[in-house]
């Protein structure tokens, strides 16, 4: 069984290759039946993965979902002590499918809206090498690995900005996001090759058996704080989240997507898999800074929220953006606790956020299709009336972000919240009731900039009102396409799932809460 | 080891007639650079006799002697340590040879060889009258046989140079690496070579000098030029002497760093890579720089091990330095002049400064010094590869679009989508990011070092000069990607001025020497990516520097 | 005798081949300036070598090679100096910029080939 | 050795320094006078003008001595010490019969000698850069590659005795001579007289003073003494080849009752050498530049490598 | 050799350069006592076939010198391999091998020389 989680790394990276071998002759017609067929074969190959994804879920041994399954351990390069160690347990397993899901729906999406700016060949490579690089990630076992598959991430990405981003801007976001993550990694490597160097191995399972065995405290604290620097740049942590609105803004939709829905959860994910139980000395240390770091981000997501959507240049997928931000400080808090329940709310809110802002950014870039902006001020408003069917998924989509009781969002927070209230020994008690507290104004603030964003896009009294600057009479109500049958299929999961979650969270929790329970006893 | 020694030291005092003073030379051990020699003859005298359309057999004896040396190479690597040229035998000190072949040696002159054969494929059009030569490969004006004597020669040299493990064997071969490369850079007979020439030669003779002054002061501090033995000695010197040893050591080791192009020795790289023919720059960048970092090593790991702790920050600050100066000036490049070959010769100063940096742990606790140097030594394997890859393309480009700017290759996937693909590979590797992994592995490879031997700082500098590295190297690469400027006339024949010229289909032709190289250092790109073991075996070779 | 005064001659000519290899700017001069470093070597491994009364005569052997060296530098150099003053009328090292970074002297080319990141947007 | 030794032996070589190029160039008047069916100088001193130099040397020392405006004026001041002192530095090595008879027995004796004698050519180079001439410059540098073009067969020549002998101290090679290194060394012999008759500037060789084509190459310039140090140098030059040809080639002082007129015969078989410089110079016609350089390469060195092969041969078969 | 007998050798060498050099200066003391000092701007001309100097004094020479220069530089240098050779090849213990060793340094010369003759660097153009 073990080879079908080799299989799920490699089947995208097969896929890429086949869409780069076929790619279409220099000068021929980059969107013509070449383009077609690309998009089907990115179909075929995410789907294919997908289906095996839910297939390791199935096999997936759930009365055991604290140990690791479907292992593969080969020695790669023996000088480096790098072996290709890959294996999923109850943390990674559901990130695993979110993954898989995400990019079967960017890539169904784009047999819909086949996004601008080069070979549709190449764009569908790119996303699947992306899905590559996330799958091994959160399949890692080894640090060099996991850094390995990190990086592999880097490349596609920027590509995917750069290339098919929004002209003008994406130049320099491409650049401000890779050179922000990359520095983040190279950092994150030296940590781990501090681990290495004073235990003697980068196997993760060994070092969280270890906890912390043969590292001094000084080296645990040099070793936690490079590690986290690096992944916190991911998360992305306050103040190190500038790179995010930028990408974010100037990616195009599948690429929003992934960013969001994928790609952020690498660096809560390493943080939870590998620099809380490797190095518990540096994780007390640091956890009151990264909970208060992640409470501030909560803050400071939705207040900027709030500004853009009173800015006339307020753009509706800078806003998902800073959304992001607040959710992800959630996770942080979450970890931060060190408690049971934090890590699992953390994981939580990568699912849920995983979920709802993956379909926010499926429907902003919808909308910016549709309307051909995506400044909230420009948008028009009044989707109710000019494509009902999109306006009410949109506001069903930041009503789960605002984070509602039975959606997929509401038990992430809560959880998260919950480990605040009673943080694991040894952390500051007092420190974390004030940070919940300061996170429960940011929900209602997030309340408030979700509803803000429904207000202004799906009821919104009209262009007019809104800006007066433009003061071209425009149509007041112009009917815009409203859903298809290629968005029912890529939005309905996430939808549907959405729900899931939120009625029944114990679908992922029952999985997950084993292993975090295990990662926090070291492992026994 | 088969070692004849004699016990006399001197010949005047040899009183048994039976004795022989004459040494036994172990043939095998020495082959290697004696094939290059008798191929860089056998090219001198062949060149002479050869007329016409048949000069371009010269390349061809060229990559026939490499093949022939690489070959030699082989029942080399048994695992013995073969050493030969040693001195008389002297119980009170260590063995002292001149000319010792271990898994060092093997590595490096592997590398050696089999780089300055790709040179050797890169040179041929520029070099031969037919069949790839055509007017564009005329006007360079580099004469054959000339040419490729003088590569062998310094060939012979380098491979030399790694093998040597005396201060005066360190020396000539140097030297013998040295001059035929001020001639080869000098070849190119527009002026430019002229200029870029003298620079690297005036530089690289001052540098000589005072390399000699310091080797001198150590002879007269330590009494003997063997590394080994100096090395004895400076553990057990008299304290009166040490000033002079220090001085010596210093001296020395300057005059190496001009060899590698460490910062602030760095100078006469832009301009002479710029003025030379590009192989040549690819020489000087592969070749020339890992024959100079061989004898860095050689010197600075075994003859001054006792005083690493002096050299060991002194070479931290150089490695810093030089990768930052590297890449902020490569930086500047990129979004400055945007020439090609000039990114590429900074680039190559700040990679010059990823192999130092495992010097520069030298002081630090930690794992044993030689497994930490050894992280220089696979660096600088992986190094040659992609730099030579990239070399390989800018050359293949150079020739059509004589501009040598970095607008040349916009567009290049479209027109040509094989070297384009194989030049972003190349750029990711020297980036040190996937699908580059030989790069990264390279990288991941001298920060463990440096980790290891305690030497934080560096490892924070090292991180940091990754990411600006980055900057330029995805520059190059995005526009290799990048669609040709739309608007710009359809690139004709003998329209180098329009931008963006790179557009038209078969605008570029790949002959097939280019191809070649470009395809071998692909594949062994891929094969090192996929199998880093290949190269990083080196680091856990017991003793790699003795 | 004793070995300082030998030693003390060759720093001394060490140093003025330094100062002229720094400050002079005629190629030829330079070249000459370096002869005299190499001299300087010279000296010390034939009075280190008579001092230490070395059996294997390393310092004469190595100064042997430093002669060959500074013959085969100076041949070498003298060609490439007469190149480049036929090429260019002069051997002063300072006037020749063909080469150096762009920005010191007029490239019009150069302004025109930026490739910052930004711009392959347009 | 004591101070009177080394003031005598100073004194010595200061006499012969100063005698014997005078007896060469009065021969050489008279011997070239005969030659050409006339006597040659006659009057100064009476008894076949044996003072006719001495005569010349009072007549230069009286004359104005002039340095061009153009002139380099140190360098060219300097020019004739340095093309002078050499010879003279060079004589003290000479062994002049067996035992002490030698001003100093140098070890690396004919690398010392041959080293010094380079020295002089470069008082020429100097007195053409110094001269400010076109012509002088012109000689100069055909001096410079005259001495390029035969310095190399002469020290291969001088290299092949060396191997002979095992020595490279003159005495040491006198020592170990013996008769039948006449034919064995035979073609090293002329090689290397040839090569230091070229050096000398002297007929057939005197391209750098060709006064019907540059006047009189790098001494256009000199008048008076330092002209006079010139031709002192030319004859000391002569003194010292024949000298050292014969120390290396003809045995030096060896010869029947060696042990008493050992200098005797030194000094006789320098004569005749001397002899041959003055009957080739009247015998033969200058060469051309290029036939200068062309025998130098093609004929002089390969003759003397093959020299060299023969010598170690012979010398290994016979170890 | 002890260093003692080393120094005096080239000590008495040094006298007699002093006595050159004193010689010299004697000689130039008595001209300067014996002859006139008349100097006169024609007699301070340089002097080119008696007419008035055309052009500059220091005028290029043809660049084919440098051939030999180099040419005599190589074959110089290598001559000092020579010398410390040619007192001990034969010497017990060396031999034969001593002498092939110093034929195939002597043969790269020769192929040195070869191949100058044949680039045509020995014709005189």
Redesign the interface.
Known sequence: MSVVLLVVIALPLLGAALLLAG?PA??AGADGAGGRRAQWTGVAFSGATLALTVALAAGFDRDDARSMQFETDKV?????D?HFHVGIDGISLPLLVLTALLTFLVAVHSLGTVPAG?STN?YLALVLVLEA?VLGTFAALDL?LF??FF??V??PM??LI??WGT??E???A??KF??YT??GS??M??GF??V??HTGTFDITQLTVGAGDGMSRGVQI?AFLAVALGLAVKVPMWPLHTWLPDAHTAAPTGGSVLLAGVLLKMGTYGLIRIAVPVLPEGAELFAPYLAAFGTVGIVYGSLVCLALLRSPDGDLKRVIAYSSVGHMGFALLGIATLTPQGINGALFVNIGHGLITGLLFFLAGAVKERSGSVLIGRIGGSLYARAPRLGGLLAFAAVAGLGLPGLAGFWGELLAMYGAYDPAAGLDRPLYRVLLAAAGIGTVLTAAYMLGIVRKVCAGPGLGAVSPVAAEPVARIEPLPDIGRVDVLAWGPLVVLTVVAGLWPASVLAVTDPAVRALLGGGS | MTVAISPQGMPTASAHDSLSLVQDIDWAAVAPPLALAVAALVVLLADLFLAGPRKVWLAWISLGGLAAALVLLLPLNDGDTRATFCAPANPTTTPGCSYVVDDFTLVLQLVLIASAAVVVLLSMPMTAPRPWADERDVDSGVPGGEYHFLLLASATGAVTLVAARDLLTLVVALETLSLPAFALVGLRRDGRGGEAALKYFLMSVAATAVLLFGISLLYGATGTVYLDRVAAALTALDPRLETVAATGAALTLAGFAFKVAAVPFHFWVPDTYRGAPVPVAAYLSVVSKTAGFGGLLLVAGIALRPYAHVWGPALAVLAALTMTVGNLVAVRVATGSGDAVRLLAWSSIAQSGYVLVPFGTAAGE?ADLSERLSASV?YLAVYAVMNLGAFAVVTAVGRDRPTGLLSDYRGLL??R?APALAMAFFL?CLAG???G?MG??AK??V??AV??GGT?WL??VM??N??IG??YY?VWT?LL?A?PVPGAPPAAEGTPEGPGTLGA?GALRVPMPFALAIAVAFVLGVVLSV???IV?????VPGLLG | MHLVYPLILAVLLFCIGLYGVLARRNAILVLMSVELMLNAVNINLVAFDMWLRDTLHAGQALTLFVITIAAAEIGLGLAIVLMVFRNRATSDVAALRELAEPGAGPKSAASSARTA?????A | MTLFEVLVRLVLVLLCFLVLPLVIGQTEHKVMGHMQARVGPIYAGGFHGWAQLVADGVKFAQKEDVVPAGADRRVFRLAPAVALIPYMVVLIAIPLGPGDLVGRSIDAGVFFVLAVMGVGVLGSLMAGWASANKFSLLGALRTAAQLMAYELPMLLAAASVAMAAGTLSLTGILGEWQWWWLPWQAVGAVVFFTAGLAELQRPPFDMPVADSEIIFGAYTEYTGLRFALFLLAEYAGILVLCALTTVLFLGGWHGPWSGDVGWLWTLLKTGLLAFVVIWLRVSYPRLREDQLQKLAWTGLIPLALGQLVLTGIVRVATA | MTAHGYFSTYGLVGLVLLVGAGFVAAAFSANRLLRPDAPSVEKLMTYECGVDPVGEGWAQTHIRYYIYAYLYVIFAVDAIYLFPWATVFADPGFGATTLVEMFVFVGFLAVGLLYAWRKGVLTWT
């Open positions: 790619q220099a000068g790669w390069a023996s000088s480096l790098l080069g190449a690089g060099i850094f390995l990086e592999v880097l490349i920027y590509f750069a290339r002209p003008g994406r130049g320099p491409a650049f890779i050179l990359l520095l190279a950092v490597l030296l090759l501090l290495q160097a040099t | 930690g696979a479209r027109a989508p990711l990011l996937p699908p992994l990264l592995f991941v490879t920060f463990q980790v290891a934080g490892a924070v991180a940091v990754v990411v980055l900057y995805l995005a990607f669609p289909a199998a880093p073991q990083l075996q080196v680091l856990t | 990141p930004g711009n392959e947007a």
